[in-house]
């Protein structure tokens, strides 16, 4: 009874979340896809074996992966997939422990946002869109 409120709101409050956790990975995706050789050379400059592939699975899991997700389409195994990619990414390009001065605590931060990151796509995976989504119709 004291959460009635919000099972009364949960599938609104679902796709709120869907949106805001998706907002980062949709608009940097968007951003590398407009920018593809950008994108390619940063990967290369992180010593990204393939960069101009590393660019494309990039995009994909962003910005194509991320959409997919603000519309509630195959949400709970995509949300999986996209944890494991934001771990990946934490681990490849915020290894703040290699790193010192103003670096490491700036990738430390972003580092540990990766992972709360993951708490939310694995709340997700767990939850599902609720209503307002693909999945549901």
Same mark, same amino acid.
Request: aromatic share 12%; proline share 3%; charged share 10%.
């Given at each position: #009874? !004291?959460?009635?409120?919000?099972?009364?709101? !949960?599938?609104?409050?679902?796709?709120?979340?869907?949106?805001?956790?998706?907002? &980062?990975?949709?608009?940097?995706?968007?951003?590398?896809?407009?920018?593809?050789?950008?994108?390619?050379?940063?990967?290369?400059?992180?010593?990204?074996?393939?960069?101009?592939?590393?660019?494309?699975?990039?995009?994909?899991?962003?910005?194509?992966?991320? &959409?997919? =997700?603000?519309?509630?389409?195959?949400?709970?195994?995509?949300?999986?997939?996209?944890?494991?990619?934001?771990?990946?990414?934490?681990?490849?390009?915020?290894?703040?422990?290699?790193?010192?001065?103003?670096? !490491? #605590?700036?990738?430390?931060?972003?580092?540990?946002?990766?992972?709360? =990151?993951?708490?939310?796509?694995?709340?997700?995976?767990?939850?599902?869109?609720?209503?307002?989504? =693909?999945?549901? !119709?």
């Amino acid at each position: #009874m !004291r959460y009635a409120l919000f099972e009364n709101q !949960r599938d609104a409050l679902l796709l709120v979340a869907r949106l805001l956790l998706m907002l &980062l990975f949709v608009l940097f995706g968007f951003s590398k896809l407009t920018d593809y050789t950008g994108t390619s050379a940063y990967m290369a400059a992180e010593g990204l074996p393939l960069p101009m592939l590393a660019a494309a699975v990039v995009i994909a899991m962003e910005f194509f992966v991320g &959409l997919a =997700i603000v519309l509630g389409f195959w949400t709970r195994p995509l949300a999986l997939l996209l944890a494991l990619y934001t771990l990946g990414t934490a681990l490849v390009a915020h290894h703040y422990w290699t790193m010192g001065g103003a670096d !490491r #605590m700036a990738n430390m931060i972003n580092f540990y946002k990766n992972l709360s =990151i993951i708490g939310g796509l694995l709340l997700l995976c767990l939850t599902g869109p609720g209503r307002y989504s =693909i999945d549901r !119709r």
